[in-house]
C-alpha cells in the first residue's frame, strides 16, 4: 500500500482565515514532506520532516506554519494568505528524508484564496 | 544551467508507438533518479526510478540511466491514449536537500 492521504480536496479561504491542511500515511516512513504546485510548473519544496523534526524549510513565509504531530500525520497551517498562494498543495512522504528513496505523493489540496 | 532539463514537448505520438522522453541533470552527484506521471489536475504519480547505470523494465515502461553523459529517458512500449500526460523527471543528489525537478514534458497518445 503506497497511499497517502490528504484533507480537504479543495479549500476556499480569503485572506483573514486560518485554516489546515491535513495529510497521512500508513507506511511506516519516517520523511514528509510538503511541495506546491502552480499550474503548468513542477512542484517546489516547502517543508521536510525526518522523525517527526523539521528539517528543512525552504524560505517558506511564516503565513505558512507546518506541524507534525507524530510520524504518521503532518499538517500545513494557514493564516493570512494571499491570492498568490493559490496553488495545488502536494503532501508527500518517504522511507528516509531525502536519500535514495522514492517518494509517494497524496492527491493534494487545491487551495483558492480569494 | 538548470539542475534538470526536460524538453518541454508537446510530444504526440501514435497509438501503438514507442514513447521516448529525455532528462538530463547538471550534477554528477547525482544518485537517484524517478520519473512522475502527472495527469492533469491530479498529483504526481510515481512511475519508475532507478539508481545505477543501464535499464530498468517494469511492464511497458523502460527507464534508462547513463550517469557518464548525465542523462536519464523513459520509454514507454505500446503507447495507449491513457499514457497521455505531463511526464516529470526527478533527480536527488547526494548531500542535498532537494528533489529537482524537470519542467516536465507533455505527451499525447493520438489514437
Known amino acids: 500500500d503506497t497511499e497517502v492521504t490528504q484533507t480537504p480536496k479543495h479549500l476556499v479561504m480569503g485572506m483573514t482565515n486560518k485554516k489546515s491542511l491535513k495529510c497521512e500515511q500508513h507506511m511506516g516512513h519516517r520523511a514528509m514532506y510538503w511541495y506546491k504546485q502552480k499550474a503548468k510548473k513542477p512542484p517546489e519544496l516547502m517543508f521536510v520532516y525526518s522523525y517527526e523534526k523539521l528539517s528543512i524549510n525552504e524560505s517558506v513565509p511564516s503565513r505558512f506554519s507546518p506541524e507534525c504531530p507524530n510520524s504518521s500525520l503532518l499538517n500545513l497551517h494557514l493564516h493570512a494568505l494571499q491570492p498568490e498562494d493559490s496553488a495545488l498543495y502536494l503532501c508527500?512522504?518517504?522511507?528516509?528524508?531525502?536519500?535514495?528513496?522514492?517518494?509517494?505523493f497524496g492527491p493534494g489540496t487545491r487551495l483558492t484564496v480569494t | 544551467q538548470k539542475e534538470v532539463e526536460q524538453n518541454s514537448g508537446p510530444l504526440s505520438v501514435p497509438e501503438g508507438a514507442i514513447a521516448s522522453l529525455n532528462c538530463t541533470y547538471s550534477d554528477r552527484g547525482s544518485q537517484s533518479f524517478f520519473w512522475y506521471r502527472q495527469y492533469s489536475g491530479k498529483s504526481p504519480e510515481l512511475i519508475m526510478f532507478?539508481?545505477?547505470?543501464g535499464d530498468k523494465e517494469d511492464g511497458r515502461f523502460t527507464a534508462q540511466l547513463n550517469k557518464a553523459s548525465q542523462y536519464v529517458s523513459l520509454l514507454i512500449r505500446d503507447s495507449q491514449p491513457s499514457d497521455s500526460a505531463t511526464y516529470l523527471c526527478a533527480v536527488i543528489r547526494t548531500g542535498a536537500n532537494n528533489l529537482f525537478f524537470g519542467t516536465g514534458t507533455r505527451l499525447t497518445v493520438i489514437p
Open positions: 532507478i539508481y545505477s547505470n
Open positions: 508527500a512522504s518517504s522511507q528516509v528524508a531525502l536519500q535514495a528513496y522514492e517518494q509517494y
